[in-house]
């Protein structure tokens, strides 16, 4: 799992098996450990109006891992790939609870297309997540999702609990801008 709720950055590509490849020769050279556990890779995922996609993500214990989704044709990701190409489509980060990290960034005034609706899926029936805007990013999207981790064995699974702090705003550091709760 990765290190620490900065979970992942994702790329929207149109060969995944190429992408792989290609993530595999510079990970050798920049992080060999993102290469000794087994690749987590779902060749079908339903994923709403996204569905048949292919995502696989490189498993990295120390720091924050790599994604890559392939979308199917004729979806909006798909249309959208054929319109821009291949891109960094959003970073990734976890936390116990979804719904309130959205609250919150929604009590911030930040973007949030889709109004901070958390999805689910089928498929990953632990798995939540929501969006967070480029207006407010300034660049790609944020995906807030539950803490997963994989056990070398090409899937994910939840991992609950794992991080110091329950989710943003909660952090002591973080008191003046966000008080914790008493
Ligand atoms: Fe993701």
Redesign the pocket.
């Known amino acids: 799992m990765p290190s620490g709720p900065f979970a ?1 950055v ?1 790329m929207v590509v149109s060969d995944l098996e190429k992408a792989i490849e290609d993530w595999t020769k510079i990970l050798r050279v920049l992080d060999p450990q993102s290469l000794e556990q087994r690749i987590v890779k779902y060749d079908e995922f339903s994923a709403g109006d996204d569905a048949g996609m292919k995502w696989a993500t490189f498993v990295n214990d120390h720091s924050t891992e790599i ?1 890559f989704i392939q979308p199917s044709p004729n979806t909006p990701m798909g249309r959208r790939l054929a319109k821009v190409g291949e891109h960094v489509h ?1 970073l ?1 980060f976890t936390t116990d609870d979804v719904q309130g990290a959205m609250d919150k960034l929604k009590a911030e005034g930040i973007h949030l297309p889709g109004d901070g609706q958390v999805f689910n899926d089928p498929d990953m029936t632990w798995q939540k997540w929501s969006w967070v805007g480029a207006q407010s990013t300034h660049g790609c999207l944020i ?1 807030v ?1 539950a803490p997963y981790e994989s056990k070398n064995d090409g899937r994910w699974y939840h991992a609950p609990n794992k991080f110091a702090y329950k989710g943003p705003g909660e952090h002591p550091s973080h008191a003046e801008v966000a008080p914790i709760a008493a």
């Open positions: 992942h994702c994604q959003h990734c995906e999702a």
